[in-house]
C-alpha cells in the first residue's frame, strides 16, 4: 500500500494513483500551455506541473479524473510540488475509486448527527430550536457531506459539519464558563452560520463556488433562508432578527465579509469561536506536515507566517 502523497519528503521517487482536484491552464514564457494540477489522496494535496499540454490534455487531465504519476518530489519555494516524469488517466483495470483519494472528516457522520440532535434537543426556547431544526433538517444531505471551504480550513468530506460540532463543544465549554450567555441563542447561531455553505459550494468533490456562491454569498443566502423558515413556520418576533443578525455578523468585520459587526453578546462569542476552530484546524494540518524542531509552510490566512513545531511536540 502506497502512502500518503503527503507523507513523502523532498528527493523521494514516487509512483502512486492520485486524484485531480484542480486543474488549471497557463502559458509558459515559451508560449506554450501547461496545466498546474492540484493532486490529492488522503493524506492531503500537492501541486504539480504538467508542461506543452494540448487541448486533448486539457481534458483528459480535468478536475475529479483519478492518474497515475511516477516523479519526484521537490521543494519548491518553500513548498513540496511534484514533478511529473510520466502521467496516465487510470483506467477500471486498475481498480480504484474517487472514495479512495477523498480526506474525510476524523468523525463519523452518525457521531456528528447524533451530537448535532443532541444540541438541538437541549434548546429551551422553542422558536430558535423550531427554525434550527427545520432548515437542518432539509439541508441535512449535504450539510453532512460539504466540505466548509474551498480552502484554509476543513476543506474535506465532511468538514462542514465537522467544523459546526466542533464548535458546539467549544460553544458548550465557554456558556459554562460565562453563564450569562444564552445557550440556545449561541447553540444556534453555530449551527446555521455556515449553512447556507450548501448552495454556496458546488460539493464536496473539488469544491467550487456556484453562481450563487459568487453572487450572493453563503451570509445572505442564510438570512434569506432563516426568513422563508421562520414564515413556513408562522414565526415571527425578536427571535427571528436575531438568528438573522447571528449570521450577518459571524465573520466580525465588513472588510473580512460581514455586512453587519457583531452586536449581540452571543454573536460576539460566535465570531471568536468560529475564528478559533477554523485557526486551529489549519494549524494542526500544516503542523502535521513538519517534524519536530521543522517550520511549516507559510499559511496564507494566517497573515502567511510559518510554524514552528517544538522538538518535544511527540
Not at 44 to 71: C, M, N, P, R
Not at 169 to 193: N, Q, R, W
Not at 247 to 255: D, I, M, Q, R, T
Amino acid at each position: 500500500m502506497n502512502k500518503g502523497i503527503l507523507n513523502h519528503e523532498t528527493g523521494d521517487q514516487v509512483e502512486l494513483f492520485l486524484l485531480i482536484k484542480h486543474s488549471s491552464k497557463g502559458i509558459a514564457s515559451n508560449g506554450k500551455p501547461f496545466l498546474t494540477l492540484i493532486l490529492q489522496d488522503q493524506s492531503g494535496e500537492i501541486e504539480a506541473k504538467l508542461w506543452d499540454v494540448s487541448e486533448e490534455d486539457e481534458s483528459t487531465y480535468s478536475a475529479e479524473s483519478i492518474v497515475k504519476v511516477q516523479g519526484d518530489i521537490q521543494n519548491y519555494r518553500g513548498r513540496n510540488q511534484l514533478k511529473i516524469r510520466q502521467i496516465r488517466p487510470a483506467s477500471t483495470a486498475d481498480s480504484v475509486k474517487l472514495s479512495d483519494f477523498l480526506e474525510t472528516a476524523p468523525v463519523s457522520q452518525d457521531e456528528m448527527s447524533s451530537k448535532l440532535t443532541q444540541y438541538i434537543f437541549e434548546m429551551k426556547n422553542p422558536n430558535i430550536q423550531r427554525v434550527t431544526r427545520h432548515l437542518l433538517k432539509k439541508h441535512m444531505n449535504a450539510f453532512m457531506e460539504y466540505p466548509a471551504a474551498t480552502k484554509n480550513h476543513h476543506e474535506f468530506v465532511s468538514g462542514l459539519a465537522y467544523h459546526v460540532v466542533s464548535m458546539l463543544d467549544l460553544a458548550k465549554s465557554i456558556a459554562t464558563l460565562y453563564p450569562s450567555l444564552d445557550k440556545d441563542l449561541l447553540y444556534a447561531g453555530v449551527i446555521l452560520h455556515d449553512l447556507g455553505k450548501v448552495f454556496e459550494l458546488s460539493g464536496p468533490i473539488s469544491t467550487t463556488y456556484t453562481v450563487e456562491g459568487n453572487l450572493l454569498g453563503h451570509i445572505s443566502i442564510m438570512v434569506n433562508e432563516i426568513g422563508k423558515a421562520a414564515d413556513e413556520l408562522g414565526i415571527s418576533g425578536e427571535e427571528v432578527v436575531i438568528l438573522q443578525h447571528m449570521v450577518l455578523s459571524h465573520h466580525g468585520k465588513a472588510e473580512w465579509g460581514s455586512p453587519k459587526p457583531p452586536m449581540i453578546k452571543e454573536a460576539e462569542i460566535l465570531h471568536y469561536i468560529d475564528n478559533l476552530d477554523a485557526k486551529m484546524n489549519m494549524l494542526d494540518r500544516a503542523l502535521a506536515r513538519v517534524k519536530p524542531g521543522e517550520f511549516s509552510e507559510r499559511v496564507f490566512a494566517l497573515d502567511n507566517r510559518s510554524f514552528y513545531k517544538p522538538v518535544f511536540h511527540k
